[in-house]
């Protein structure tokens, strides 16, 4: 098991860049087979994924986000980040980091094994 905590600003202006960082500990974010999620929950809504960062560095994204995400990594401070671009009202929801220990990567929020507590990002003026 490791443990995720999310940072990052909890208010975020239309068009402005969310940017949120998940630290990680009792694991490496370079361990084989590991993967390194983020996943958002709108108010009223489920679970969507959003986007992957795998053991290796690869990332793979949402179709329908992907052209506004980024995930990418620090592995001296065993850390991930998100920047989500472009933000509208509509990208407000409670964001969460996950890890998945097992081969293979998944885009089911069900699959993740481990999860932080959460952070609410509201977009707004």
């Known amino acids: 098991q490791v443990q995720l905590q999310e940072s990052g600003p909890g208010l975020v202006k239309p068009s402005q860049t969310l940017s949120l960082t998940c630290t990680v500990s009792?694991?490496?974010?370079?361990?084989?087979?590991?993967?390194w999620s983020w996943i958002r929950q709108p108010p009223g809504k489920g679970l969507e994924w959003m986007g992957v960062?795998?053991?290796?560095?690869?990332?793979y994204y949402s179709p329908s986000l992907k052209s506004r995400t980024s995930i990418s990594r620090d592995t001296s401070k065993n850390q991930f980040s998100l920047q989500l671009s472009s933000v509208t009202p509509e990208d407000t929801a409670v964001y969460y980091c996950?890890?998945?220990?097992?081969?293979?990567?998944?885009?089911?929020?069900?699959?993740?094994?481990?999860w932080g507590q959460g952070t609410q990002v509201t977009v707004s003026s």
């Open positions: 996950a890890a998945r220990r097992v081969i293979g990567l998944s885009r089911r929020a069900n699959d993740y094994d481990d």
């Open positions: 960062i795998a053991y290796d560095g690869s990332t």
């Open positions: 009792g694991g490496s974010i370079t361990t084989s087979y590991y993967a």
